[in-house]
């Protein structure tokens, strides 16, 4: 009887299982992916970013997106940005942890997003493999920090080239509090850095607004940096350069600003560097106030500065 019964049970099991199965699997591939399209660049257009969608497809490795363009939807008319272009980004949940996985692939490379699906606060992200020639680094750096765009009278310009090896960035903020009590680590190596031009808005002397700065060809090199995260306080220990023309460092710390902006984020540094004869010359003005820079105390063949501020509006000090 009793073993009749166990029978009876588990085919109700069974059933039941085999039937909830078919039908979230009949819903991932009949779900209306287009109407989700439309959604989601309606909702990206209330925040200001113009989306673009090639398709929205169901895959093994979850729900994909491909031909993904962003830019943002309104700025200053003398400001163009263009677009950050992805290949593709897919989600889907982790098989052994109650986070949601994000696939990116963008520049050759491919970056991952783990999120914590019933903690929103707490991400890390693995990247390996980017390909810095291929990214529009204006409409990134808006994305990041819009305020840079909205605020200053200088528009950052920047294009590189080289290859992200590796990176890895993790942090988790306690429930029900800001950024500034956040807790983590990252790590970094770009190979062959080089910055072929760019514009930058820094703060010079005895001004109150940031400058447009153009930047000639910089050669890094390899960099390599890693830093850790310890309620909002960024603790910088290794960011170093090395090229035929170029070697730095810079160590010090960031205090992440309460509000989340990344710009008003304020910062200590200290730079040390060593730049040949043939790069200050490139530098025009900004070679002449390199070489202005105090010796550093360690090497007399290196040059030191102390920067403090909100990362927006940097004063040597």
């Not at 390199?290 to 500065?305: F, K, M, T």
Request: glycine share 6%.
């Amino acid at each position: 009887m009793l073993k009749k019964y166990s029978q009876t049970v588990f085919k109700l099991i069974g059933y039941l299982s085999f039937t909830t199965c078919a039908f979230l699997i009949s819903l991932f591939f009949v779900f209306p992916y287009p109407i989700l399209s439309e959604y989601l660049v309606a909702k990206a257009k209330q925040a200001n970013i113009l989306l673009s969608i090639h398709s929205i497809q169901p895959s093994l490795s979850g729900i994909k997106a491909n031909g993904i363009q962003i830019s943002p939807a309104s700025l200053k008319p003398e400001i163009e940005l263009g677009k950050l272009h992805m290949d593709s980004l897919s989600l889907r949940p982790s098989l052994f942890s109650s986070k949601l996985i994000t696939n990116i692939k963008i520049a050759k490379g491919n970056i991952q997003l783990a999120t914590g699906i019933f903690n929103a606060k707490e991400m890390s992200i693995d990247a390996k493999g980017i390909d810095l020639s291929q990214i529009n680094f204006s409409a990134l750096l808006w994305m990041l920090s819009p305020e840079i765009y909205n605020s200053g009278t200088a528009t950052p310009q920047l294009d590189m080239e080289g290859v992200l090896t590796h990176a890895h960035i993790s942090f988790s903020i306690p429930k029900n509090q800001k950024a500034s009590e956040a807790h983590g680590q990252w790590n970094m190596e770009l190979n062959e850095w080089v910055l072929k031009q760019g514009t930058l808005a820094l703060l010079l002397p005895n001004s109150k607004e940031p400058t447009p700065v153009d930047l000639p060809r910089i050669v890094f090199g390899n960099l390599k940096t890693s830093a850790s995260i310890k309620k909002g306080h960024i603790q910088l220990s290794q960011l170093k350069t090395q090229s035929h023309e170029l070697e730095s460092e810079v160590l010090g710390n960031i205090h992440l600003d309460k509000n989340k902006k990344l710009a008003d984020s304020q910062s200590n540094f200290t730079l040390r560097l060593q730049a040949q004869p043939e790069l200050l010359e490139r530098l025009g003005i900004l070679g002449s106030a390199v070489s202005l820079l105090p010796v550093d105390p360690q090497n007399p063949q290196w040059r030191s500065a102390q920067f403090q501020g909100p990362l927006s509006r940097l004063e040597m000090k």
